[in-house]
T-cell receptor, first 110, second 114 residues
Framework: RKEVEQDPGPFNVPEGATVAFNCTYSNSASQSFFWYRQDCRKEPKLLMSVYSSGNEDGRFTAQLNRASQYISLLIRDSKLSDSATYLCVVTDTGRRALTFGSGTRLQVQP | SAVISQKPSRDICQRGTSLTIQCQVDSQVTMMFWYRQQPGQSLTLIATANQGSEATYESGFVIDKFPISRPNLTFSTLTVSNMSPEDSSIYLC???????????FGPGTRLTVT
């Protein structure tokens, strides 16, 4: 079983749609959680950290359920520029190295 | 965040040769990491580059194949030794700025081995 699992997609959605990505992780010792965005042929860029209380940044909302070991990302009012691969990432207490999911590809269409 | 540069940005190398990739950060950082992204795959950690001591390698990666240097708090190198076509990947360095475990990545080095 992979440590971090994501639906690979692709998710093809029209502009303005709301889309949700899910992620599960297997290591209960995981301490920090993130969503990264990776554009084609570019490095991953931190989109947002994910906190137990949930957090929102503009059109993006992330939630964490530690009991279910489940992380989600919601994108509202999708833009063409949101087209990218979204990577679910976790790290262990003290280790600091990141474990990546395989990524979910999003294609927003006009 | 931090400004991270990598050199070279890309290279095409012959099998059996070695390539050294450089990673430079614009501020002092305690923790630097090296990742590999094989074609169509996500990122896999190769090793943690420790300043003043030997790197810590992940399972499946060994020092003889991927020697790492970390001479100071702003610079690290990764060497891919005795290359084969299976080493064709993007190699990325990252830094942890010590804030909530967040890491920032360099632009990557795209390596093709023929």
């Amino acid at each position: 079983r992979k440590e971090v699992e994501q639906d690979p997609g692709p998710f093809n959605v029209p502009e303005g749609a709301t889309v949700a990505f899910n992620c599960t992780y297997s290591n209960s010792a995981s301490q920090s959680f993130f969503w990264y965005r990776q554009d084609c042929r570019k490095e991953p860029k931190l989109l947002m950290s994910v906190y137990s209380s949930g957090n929102e940044d503009g059109r993006f909302t992330a939630q964490l359920n530690r009991a279910s070991q489940y992380i989600s990302l919601l994108i509202r009012d999708s833009k063409l520029s949101d087209s990218a691969t979204y990577l679910c990432v976790v790290t262990d207490t003290g280790r600091r190295a990141l474990t990546f999911g395989s990524g979910t590809r999003l294609q927003v269409q006009p | 965040s931090a400004v991270i540069s990598q050199k070279p940005s890309r290279d095409i190398c012959q099998r059996g040769t070695s390539l050294t990739i450089q990673c430079q950060v614009d501020s002092q950082v305690t923790m630097m990491f090296w990742y590999r992204q094989q074609p169509g795959q996500s990122l896999t950690l190769i090793a943690t580059a420790n300043q003043g001591s030997e790197a810590t390698y992940e399972s499946g990666f060994v020092i003889d194949k991927f020697p790492i240097s970390r001479p100071n708090l702003t610079f690290s190198t990764l060497t891919v030794s005795n290359m084969s076509p299976e080493d064709s990947s993007i190699y990325l360095c990252s830094v942890d700025l010590g804030t909530r475990d967040e890491q920032y990545f360099g632009p990557g080095t795209r390596l093709t081995v023929t």
